[in-house]
């Protein structure tokens, strides 16, 4: 088993950052599903990619030491009632080295049959936070300046690594990122990645976005039990109500 490479030496956790329901679903169905890298949320980072010879999908993950609130609302929902799910530097050596690949079609439904694992590779990595002048700053292997983005994209081009380029306005996120990248052009625009996390030690937590009520918490761990999570817990004891929905309702009132 390949073994993942970490700066500290606690035991720090991987976080996805999700809404409840995606997270029911990851977990209940033991399924990540990845999009391709011209649908990420990141528009200037999909442009990087635009003219790639074959197709790659991405599963990102922040292993930042921070509560980092702000990534709730980002990617669990701007209702504050989203969730992280956490996996152990163990677990996801497993899903990295064990995980099994579909397609998923256009009802968002995986395929029967597994794709070739001759038909992809898998990398991992953290990411290379590069600047427009060719700043280049990585967890592990440090800081180099190229002459511009397009040198350093050039070079980490070399070895794969052109998969694991963000602006350094992310940073704070400390994301690491799973790609699965295929040796062609692929007809489907989503795969899904399947795993295992009912085994005994299961290695995988959740924590529940800053607006999560106590009742709401209180449900959603005894359903989260079901799925194999082991621990549960809110993300803070702190009164957080940002009432985004209600404020971005009045901001486009009128707009839409």
């Not at 996805?16 to 033991?30: C, D, G, P, Q, W």
């Not at 990617?75 to 799910?85: F, L, P, V, W």
């Not at 280049?136 to 440090?142: A, Q, R, S």
């Not at 795993?195 to 209180?218: A, C, H, M, Q, W």
């Amino acid at each position: 088993m390949t073994e993942l490479k970490i700066q500290t030496k606690s035991e720090t956790k991987y976080c996805h950052f999700t809404s409840v329901e995606n997270a029911r679903e990851i977990l209940s169905t033991e399924t990540f599903y990845l999009s391709k890298y011209s649908q990420m949320n990141d528009l200037a980072e999909a442009k990087i990619h635009s003219d790639e010879t074959n197709d790659a999908f991405s599963l990102c993950f922040s292993n930042s030491e921070a509560l980092n609130i702000p990534a709730f609302y980002l990617y669990g929902g701007i209702d504050g009632k989203g969730c992280k799910i956490q996996f152990t530097r163990a677990k996801l050596n497993e899903i990295i080295n064990d995980c099994t690949v579909f397609y998923v079609n256009k009802q968002n439904k995986k395929l029967r049959r597994e794709v070739p694992k001759s038909a992809y590779s898998i990398y991992y990595d953290w990411i290379y936070y590069v600047s427009s002048n060719g700043y280049c700053d990585h967890k592990i292997n440090g800081s180099k300046q190229f002459n511009g983005i397009e040198e350093a994209l050039n070079e980490l081009k070399k070895s794969n690594r052109h998969y694991f380029v963000k602006n350094p306005i992310w940073k704070y996120e400390n994301e690491f990122r799973i790609v699965v990248a295929f040796n062609s052009k692929v007809k489907y625009s989503r795969i899904a990645i399947e795993f295992n996390i009912l085994d005994k030690d299961r290695g995988v937590s959740v924590v529940f976005g800053p607006e999560t009520t106590e009742n709401e918490y209180s449900e959603l761990s005894k359903e989260f039990s079901d799925y194999g999570v082991m621990k549960k817990e809110k993300t803070s004891d702190y009164a957080i109500s940002m009432k985004l929905i209600e404020r971005n309702r009045k901001l486009l009132k009128g707009v839409l």
